[in-house]
């Protein structure tokens, strides 16, 4: 089973640490194909890169899409799973769904450790328009674009630590591409349940590939 | 004072009905400067071009917002605004929004009647993500396309008529760029109110500016 | 056109500061008619007072309704909107409805600042039953009543601009009539966006008669 | 223990009639005082005349309040609860708000049916206002005003039985003054539990004082 | 009238503070049976041994109930009210209801103060498998179990009180079988209206069986 | 990997269909070991059977818990997740969880088509008291019990289909385990996403213990 992992910004490394992190879960005999736009912008700090972005993630699963088991979109807080879906016939999951959906088994809240502050409207937008926000105690920004974390992962995941341990929530959801494969070593750290939404969305898209 | 209204598909039919719309409820002194992209989608018939026409919304504003008193955005249930708005300084009005609000003066619950059945969700997964879906009694499609429409004006008017009859809320609003000026005349032939959401806009953006 | 702003307090000071309001954000040839009942209580402190301002209220526009082309009730709160609008057949406003409507077109969410602690569940109770709650973030007494208001414009002032500051929304609402007029001033000092109940009920009157 | 109780209206069958209802169900040594106001609408039509009423309703529980334990507002759907209770010190208990409460522990869901489809909205905005909203499957009126239903009983609790028949909820509430009394008679031929304001908020207000 | 009230822990001495408090309020006439289960949890924990105590619960109805007029269950938060339902004809009454329905006659909101940390997800969730959260501005626990309390009550008295005196809702509600009876103490205390579970049901109680 | 699968009732053919229907869908590796109480109720046809097969279920993980990487009850509407996960330190899924957050990757709602009217309420309330209701477009009942339907599986399979074709929601959840190992075939002839919620809260578990 092939699955096809889209990040929706340009950054190779957080293209490369969605891939690990994918890769780290996936069953034996899964493959995951991870790719980035081939055009649009590079990092996405407000509304208008994440709407932009969804050209090129469009793109990619045009390019991509063939052959895939299932799409994963691994973008907190952005638009596009529907439009992808009716250009493919398999499941397309979205890490903001999959997230709250693993931490709803965990717990009966979860708060949402996010980038910057910018994205913090652009989560809750998701969640609401998807139905989600009841659940979510909170979306704490951790002050640091995903530039940012690439060049400075311990730091990252200090804040990313430090945010947990305040989260008022019963879990700890990881809302940024940029914190894919962090969900074992917070959770070590903090002690709390912790879901990486890139790993829950591929444990899922399995789920769903079984299931059909 | 200008105001841009941007159509987000690429019918000229379309676009000519929106600036003869938002004229007729323009004050004096006020211009009217109706657009429509230069690339990208013409009809907007699912969520994928749905998502692409937001580029060359962008793209509309850049070109033409400069000198603008506010920015309309009139399509229904589109994505944009927010992004749009880092965009620009003055006033971005969404069609979504004003109508509903200006429903709300008029009566406590109102009915969408919209394009086709395909524009449905798109309808309802905005309207949530704004917020507004509490007082919204249904969303009902005629079941024609935005291009029908412009081939078929009277039939168009009368599938409305009808909708409007049947609706559930108080208040019936036309929640499709294609049903532009048709307000007035589906007012008298049912007796009920009815808001037409690009003059909504027009009266709100008009409102915006000379309450700043 | 005219416009009939009604006052439900009976302190000349109030209903002239409604008028300047009214008129500073009027369009060129709208009328203002600012008026006040000529019978029951002074200043409104609580429920009881609330209630027995209506009667006169309903005078009011029984007196003056003629020959307006709008009716504004002047009152943060106050019920009789419903009960206005069976006695005349021009559109009536409440500020209570109008200031939320325009505070949604310039953020996601707003803070009520209002006069006494007295005046909070008055407010809220009023708010619910419109079903205008879920985007309220707060309803913010300043501790003085209208009386006061009008004795101590200054103090007014800046005890609204600390409770602005403070305020957990995006939008800022002056949510008393003895505020009206004092938009402007907040918004600069503070640099938010800020909503005055009178005058933004009087932009949407001149808009819906437009609209009609 | 004296439990004063206020009808809204003017109209004595009506008076006479909660007067007896009360009674029924009144504990030994409880007396109840049954008024109605001195002035202001014989009838409540509309929203207008409503709010007229609260006057009348106020100056009642001047007169007659002093030395009652506690004090009946018995119009379904009036306000005021909130004015009376600033006047006195003892329990305002509002039919209103008695009937869902009693209703909540005899099923999950009630509909209540009124008087005329004027009443409706008045209904609802208050049951709306006092977060009661959720738990009411439906509204429904029986197309007769309180005049009418003191002119023709067997008719009036034949179109009860009617309306109760085809409730959507587990439990009917009597939503009307001109029903009280009705209560067993058409839980005796429905088969389904019936809940009649005044009779409810008689027992919950010696309740109250008991437990004080 | 008999009213059976089911303790559904086994502390003799929760059973008699149970007891004196149905009593304190019962009219003349009405007799109170207070029991326990014969088997299962002696102090309920957690979720396993509510879970558990339900069974002892339905025993003590199937032995105690026939010959009552009307079943209270005094765990606060406990599941089984419509399991009990189904084996008896007379009104079953859950504390966990009762006290939130008398609560909101007396104000727009109530805290609830209940035993140890653990108990508080127990009490949310059957206070939203009951619709009553809506009302509820929270849980707050007072770090004693029954046992404890039954064994330390001066000292119990005084963290209610403190808990009562921070709570931000209007009304105080005791939830917790060991707290019954403080009611009275509570409210001259901390001058706050106090509902006491198990009162306010026996009074509700004795209503359901008069308004029958 | 072993996944212990806990039957609420008695009936060997439904334990022996839901370890079908868990084993057809569990990867290579995973041992399902499916088990039903040894003692208590044979059917669950109410609330009281419901709340009593609760202690056979925690006596059936205390015995068969140890060793199992997750525990899945396989009751629809069963109360015991939370009890049970207090006794095991493994995942604890519940269906009627589960078969929602898998429904919710397919489609924006979800209709439950479940055994008998008797249930509908014992599913309603377990649905609200995990807070997800909100999706949920209603829940059918086929008219019979499990019992019933495992001696006439063919009638069932047709009567489920027809109820899935009313169905009102987008995805069909097969809400009780009497139905298990029907999936795929309902979707087959009805052309809908249909969600089994034995199968799909086996995926999960395994999801879950790899996500670990």
């Not at 973008?75 to 959906?101: K, N, S, W």
């Not at 430090?162 to 940024?176: H, I, N, S």
Request: proline share 6%.
């Amino acid at each position: 089973m092939r699955i096809l992992v889209v990040n929706p910004n340009r950054l190779d490394g957080c293209t490369d640490g969605i891939r690990r992190a994918a890769e780290s879960v996936a069953a034996p005999g899964t493959e995951i194909v991870a790719v980035q736009p081939e055009f649009g912008p590079v990092e996405l700090a407000g509304q208008r890169e994440v709407l932009l972005s969804a050209v090129g993630v469009l793109d990619c699963v045009a390019r991509h899409g063939p052959g895939a088991a299932a799409v994963v979109l691994a973008g907190f807080g952005e638009p596009g799973r529907e439009a992808v879906q009716e250009t493919v016939d398999v499941p397309v999951l979205d890490i903001t769904e999959c997230a709250p959906a693993v931490a709803g088994l965990l717990g009966r809240s979860y708060t949402v450790v996010t980038s910057t502050r910018q994205a913090v409207p652009v989560v809750e937008d998701r969640l609401r328009a998807l139905g989600l926000l009841g659940r979510c105690a909170g979306i704490v920004p951790v002050g640091l674009g995903v530039a940012e974390m690439l060049e400075r992962p311990e730091e990252t995941r200090e804040t990313v630590v430090e945010a947990a341990k305040r989260a008022e929530g019963d879990v700890v959801v990881l809302g940024c591409g940029g914190m894919a494969g962090m969900g074992r070593s917070v959770r070590v750290t903090t002690g709390l349940p912790v879901v990486d939404g890139v790993t829950a969305a591929v444990a899922l898209a399995e789920s769903l590939v079984r299931l059909d």
